[in-house]
């Protein structure tokens, strides 16, 4: 019997110490945090959007230019597999009205409390609170844990240390530095899924942060040219734009501002009317109307939309219904800067995937493994970051047995 030992208790870690060990493996559990996968709680909180329930070359087209190699992963563990694996802890689950797939009762912790007991069922060894560090000549996994550096030697090591954003919840990306200083080739970690900051007003700022803006249509183009379109809802924050729709759009976007410096968030702040009903409704005679009333009335603009509309709108606009009409199905947002990875919902970058062969091995550190979030992909949210994360858990633990045998 081996001892294979896999760092990172997240979703990717856990799921390969799940098959390793019901192989019969001794599996050594390791994460620097006291207790397992605290970011998979986290994402309970927002009623943990295991997956998504859309047709598979759907599903795979959201992994943009990683998608050839997530397929991989997702044929030996799609989204249909994880919501059996879910059914098999005892936790069913349904689809939500956007084709988003979540556990009947919305939360994390009961699936995790069930899996957590499988594994130990299994004979999982758990070993909380052990840092790694890296490893030492005789390529014996170190760790930093209260009493010191101690060291393991196993037949194969996963590495699942998840990216870089929310650092509190134990992925911290410091394993960077370790696998750089072995000459692994690396994508510098980078905010996914996040805010964006610009530049507002004092009073957008006082009056509208924290309020959402509902049921507009957002687009961008992308530095190749692409035209990325989304509709939905975002938050005006102090620094910024928030939320889901802007989450849609974070990686054109984030790209966009790494090239050029700034970004162009496109708003279309009507997105049930024409332009060309918006010109005729809005060059309706107004009489003594304020043009408050008129916007409300004749183009349904009215709060926090006719707060932005006049953000950015000249008196030339404000003043002219067919270019006011133009601003409200057009409106440009220069977008200055990303918000932090630590705040971001995942993180892009990481272990390039070409450093790893087809079954998930470091190519120049052979026996050990790679997994989930830490490597290079990134995918929207809707469940395709879990999904991804476990199918990469899968296929690397597949990996760990292809190299035992
Ligand atoms: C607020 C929030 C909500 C989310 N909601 C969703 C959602 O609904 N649906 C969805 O698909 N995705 C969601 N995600 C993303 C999803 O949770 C992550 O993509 C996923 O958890 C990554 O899994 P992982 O196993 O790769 O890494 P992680 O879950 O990050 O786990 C990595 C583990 O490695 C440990 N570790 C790191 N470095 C070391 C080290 N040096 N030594 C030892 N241990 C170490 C960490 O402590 C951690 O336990 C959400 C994320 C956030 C922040």
């Known amino acids: 019997m081996s001892t ?21 493996h001794a599996v050594a559990l390791y994460d620097s945090k006291p207790s397992v996968g605290r970011k998979f709680l986290m994402a309970g909180k927002g009623g943990l959007n295991l997956t998504h329930s859309e047709p598979l070359p759907q599903f795979i087209d959201r992994y943009a230019n990683r998608a050839d190699m997530v397929k991989d992963w997702l044929e030996v563990f799609g989204p249909e597999d994880l919501k059996l694996w879910a059914k098999r802890l005892g936790i069913e689950t349904f689809i939500g009205s956007s084709g988003r797939v979540f556990p ?34 005789n390529n014996q996994s170190l760790f930093e844990t209260a009493a010191g550096v101690v060291s393991l030697k196993a037949e194969a090591t996963l590495l699942a240390l998840g990216g870089g954003s929310w650092p509190q919840l134990g992925s911290t990306g410091k394993w960077f530095e370790v696998l750089a200083e072995r000459g692994i080739l690396l994508s510098k970690l980078r905010p996914s899924n996040c805010g964006f900051e610009c530049v507002w007003s004092e009073h957008i700022k ?73 010109k005729t409704n809005l060059s309706r005679a107004r009489g003594k109307r304020s043009l408050a009333n008129h916007l409300t009335e004749q183009a349904g603009i009215h ?15 404000l003043n002219d219904p067919l270019l006011l009409a133009e601003l409200i199905k057009d409106l440009p947002i220069t977008l200055t800067a990303t918000r932090p990875l630590e705040e971001a919902i995942s993180s892009a970058g990481g272990v390039y995937l070409e450093s790893l062969d087809e079954h998930l091995m470091l190519k120049q550190w052979p026996g050990t493994f790679c997994a989930g979030e830490m490597l290079d992909w990134e995918a929207p949210t809707g469940g395709y970051l879990l999904t991804a994360c476990f199918a990469s858990g899968y296929k690397a633990a597949q990996g760990i047995l292809h190299w035992l045998r």
Do not use: C
């Not at 939360?107 to 790694?132: D, N, S, T």
């Open 4 to 24: 294979i030992a896999v760092i990172g208790a997240g979703p990717a870690g856990l799921l390969a110490a799940e098959i390793l060990s019901a192989k019969g």
């Open 206 to 278: 006082q009056r509208f942060s924290g309020q959402p803006i509902k049921t507009v249509t957002a687009w961008t183009t992308s530095t190749e040219g692409k035209n990325h379109r989304v509709n939905g809802d975002f938050i005006i924050t102090q620094t910024g734009v928030e939320g889901g729709l802007i989450y849609s759009l974070s990686a054109p976007l984030r790209d966009l501002i790494e090239t050029h410096k700034t970004a162009i968030l496109h708003l279309d702040l009507a997105p049930g009317h024409s332009l060309h009903t918006l």
């Open 303 to 317: 709060g926090i939309k006719a707060g932005l509309l006049r953000e950015f709108a000249t008196t030339e606009q």
């Open 104 to 137: 009947q009762e919305m939360k994390a912790a009961p699936l995790l409390r069930a899996w957590v007991r499988r594994l130990r069922e299994q004979g999982v060894r758990f070993h909380m609170r052990h840092h790694w560090i890296g490893s030492d000549e």
